[in-house]
């Protein structure tokens, strides 16, 4: 199975048990975020709205490439970003 690194914004941190990186699994980032739910229970929601969209607050990226949506391909290796939307005022 590929294998990733999976890089946590702080915002998540409370589900990988405060950790800022976790391996993942899956060759593709639709594989990686379940298998990171079946790890750290409740993430994938945070990210992942009822219709398999990204949430607007959230971005994804495989490498340097944001991925639009949860089909993107994830290779052996890669490193996974999950970045949060900061807000206020």
Known sequence: MTRCRIRVASPLRSYTRNAAEV???????REVLENLDVDFPGIRFRMIDEQDRVRP?????????????????????????????????
Do not use: P, W, Y
């Open 57 to 89: 607050h959230i971005r994804l990226f495989v490498g340097v490439d944001e991925a639009l949506n949860i089909d993107a391909t994830v290779s052996d290796g890669a490193t996974v970003h999950l970045i949060c939307a900061l807000s206020g005022g």
């Open 23 to 29: 391996t993942g699994r899956g060759s593709t980032l």
